[in-house]
């Protein structure tokens, strides 16, 4: 028997027409006032860069803390490739104290998507010498705690300087999440006391079982972190509950699913990355198929992911049975 399910987020890539940016953005802010509403625990933006989606999540969210009281707000996740991790740390806590310390930095690491095809826009004199590995976020989370970042503080003029990040928010380090897809980056964010976002893409390295990989992941990294079993892990799936959903919805639903149901069947490409099926159905049954996943069982809290290409109505549906159906199927209960 599974615990209660005792956080419950969701995650959404905010699409926009290219011609006409704003109304999309404006849904998106509209759909985490509403999470808010339902009593979701928490809201998550994707990267979505060189695309129609989100491409500064920490900006919407600047809008999003304004609009909203209690929600905790995220980034799944902030590819720290295409990052200055100084100038994000301003970011981030800036966004941090206009919500009160709602903001959840999650980031992840490895060259940007794309990288040929744009580096020497991104990085025109040092492309070649850009550093990818997780020191980017070391970096990241030592300016959130504060460690100095200047040689310098003192007075100069009527202008006064400090040795760290400013506004420095105390506790925003602690709320980094790094998002893992392979045993050896849950095992290194074990290590460094971060969070852990788990998603429906993995490596499969020691197995092909998405679900067990899932569950590999999150045994490594608590057996690494200073907390332990304590340590926070979350998991990621695609998950669209029907039960009010209209008969077109339900077929577009199916139909979705159905069109990325071969990619999930083995291994992808040269890195062997494992696609999670989407969940389609009545909460009931998608509650039981949750209870008998093994990468559900290790975590008690989730960020379900919402579909790419749905329409702000259907989104409207899916976010509410999951706040009034599903989530107490899983024995949680809305804020």
């Given at each position: 028997m599974t615990a209660p399910l005792r956080r419950l987020g969701f995650l959404t890539?905010?699409?926009?027409?290219?011609?006409?940016?704003?109304p999309g953005h404006e849904a998106t802010l509209r759909l985490i006032e509403l999470g808010e509403q339902l009593g979701f625990d928490s809201a998550w933006l994707r990267h979505r860069h060189l695309q129609h989606g989100i491409s500064s999540p920490v900006a919407v969210l600047a809008a999003a803390s304004q609009r909203t009281s209690r929600i905790?707000?995220?980034?799944?996740?902030?590819?720290?490739?295409?990052?200055?991790?100084?100038?994000?740390?301003?970011?981030?806590a800036t966004v941090d104290v206009l919500s009160g310390g709602r903001l959840n930095p999650g980031v992840s690491v490895g060259p940007p998507m794309n990288y040929e095809h744009l580096k020497d826009h991104l990085y025109p004199h040092t492309a070649d010498?850009?550093?990818?590995?997780?020191?980017?976020?070391?970096?990241l989370v030592a300016n959130l705690r504060g460690e100095p970042v200047s040689t310098f503080e003192g007075t100069v003029g009527i202008e006064t300087y400090s040795t760290r990040i400013q506004p420095h928010s105390p506790g925003l380090a602690e709320r980094v999440w790094y998002g893992a897809a392979s045993l050896g980056s849950a095992r290194w964010a074990g290590e460094q006391g971060l969070n852990l976002l788990t998603s429906s893409v993995?490596?499969?390295?020691?197995?092909?079982?998405f679900a067990r990989i899932q569950r590999a992941q999150v045994e490594e990294f608590r057996a690494r972190h200073p907390l332990g079993q304590a340590a926070r892990a979350s998991q990621g799936l695609v998950v669209v509950p029907t039960d009010s959903a209209t008969p077109e919805q339900r077929a577009k639903y199916e139909a979705y699913a159905e069109s990325r149901l071969a990619r999930t069947r083995e291994p992808q490409?040269?890195?062997?990355?494992?696609?999670?099926?989407?969940?389609?159905?009545?909460?009931?049954?998608?509650?039981?198929?949750?209870?008998?996943?093994?990468?559900?069982?290790?975590?008690?809290?989730?960020?379900?992911?919402?579909?790419?290409?749905?329409?702000?109505d259907d989104y409207v549906q899916i976010?509410?049975?999951?706040?009034?159906?599903?989530?107490?199927?899983?024995?949680w209960s809305p804020t």
């Open positions: 890539i905010g699409l926009f027409d290219e011609h006409d940016p704003g905790e707000l995220g980034t799944a996740v902030t590819p720290l490739g295409l990052e200055n991790p100084f100038r994000l740390a301003e970011d981030l010498a850009e550093d990818f590995s997780y020191d980017r976020v070391s970096r993995v490596k499969a390295e020691e197995d092909d079982d490409g040269p890195a062997r990355m494992m696609f999670a099926p989407d969940l389609v159905g009545e909460s009931a049954a998608i509650a039981e198929q949750l209870q008998a996943h093994a990468g559900y069982q290790a975590v008690d809290e989730v960020v379900f992911a919402l579909p790419f290409t749905f329409e702000p976010l509410t049975d999951v706040a009034t159906r599903l989530g107490p199927e899983l024995g």
